[in-house]
């Protein structure tokens, strides 16, 4: 089954600091995408960052960024200089292209509180 | 930006009545989702829908749920007799026919069944 685990159920940062999420999946699959969904208070899901498996170079997003490991199945999520808008429950997701459904399994969430 | 939107924000029905839930997805996607989350708990996958057909259904969507694209704008998700344990957020999702372009979701239905 696939699954995708995030073992920090809570994490906090102050303001301006860095943090890192962690998130680890399970396929046997080499071709796959893992995302990252940010959940603010109003419950809305945002896409933070997205990776192709296939491309070794972890991806950026202005603060965001990746460290994907493919042999390790491991794609934590870094967020630099910490802002009181980072508060929100952090999602890890990832899909395998099959041609039609590509539904998106996944984590159980990381809540993250940026203290000021 | 384009968006997915969803009606209503919240609804409040009575065990065993029926509800709509509806999603207008952003206009050139091709592959649309219905997912659910239960209060405090991860995103479940319901349904995913393509060319005008059910491609991939969860264990979860069983007989009391269906799908819809009626008029090619649309896209609703219909509980035939509610249940209290369908309380939940329920989220419409779509995309292009691109996975890297990711998924874009609507702002979800809180639906909770007295």
């Known amino acids: 089954a696939q699954t995708v685990t995030q073992s920090q159920p809570e994490m906090s940062v102050q303001e301006a600091e860095t943090v890192t999420l962690s998130c680890t999946y399970d396929t046997s699959e080499s071709d796959y995408y893992l995302f990252w969904y940010k959940q603010p208070p109003s419950r809305q899901m945002i896409l933070v960052i997205r990776?192709?498996?296939?491309?070794?170079q972890n991806a950026t997003e202005n603060r965001f960024s990746v460290n994907f490991q493919k042999a390790a199945k491991s794609f934590s999520l870094k967020i630099s200089d910490s802002q009181l808008g980072d508060a929100a429950m952090y999602f890890c997701?990832?899909?395998?292209?099959?041609?039609?459904?590509?539904?998106?399994?996944f984590g159980k969430g990381t809540k993250l509180t940026v203290n000021p | 930006e384009p968006e997915v939107t969803q009606t209503p924000s919240h609804q409040v029905t009575q065990m065993g009545q029926e509800v709509i839930l509806r999603c207008v997805p952003i206009s050139n996607h091709l592959y649309f989702y219905w997912y659910r989350q239960i209060l405090g708990q991860k995103v479940e996958f319901l349904v995913s829908?393509?060319?005008?057909?059910?491609?991939?259904k969860s264990e979860i969507f069983d007989d009391q749920f269906s799908v819809e694209r009626p008029d090619g704008s649309n896209f609703t998700l219909k509980i035939r007799s509610t249940k209290l344990e369908d309380s939940a957020m329920y989220f419409c999702?779509?995309?292009?026919?691109?996975?890297?372009?990711?998924?874009?979701f609507g702002s979800g239905t809180r639906l909770t069944v007295v």
């Open positions: 829908f393509y060319n005008n057909e059910i491609s991939e």
């Open positions: 999702a779509s995309r292009t026919g691109y996975t890297n372009d990711g998924y874009t």
């Open positions: 997701a990832y899909t395998l292209p099959q041609g039609g459904s590509e539904k998106l399994v």
């Open positions: 990776q192709e498996a296939y491309k070794q």
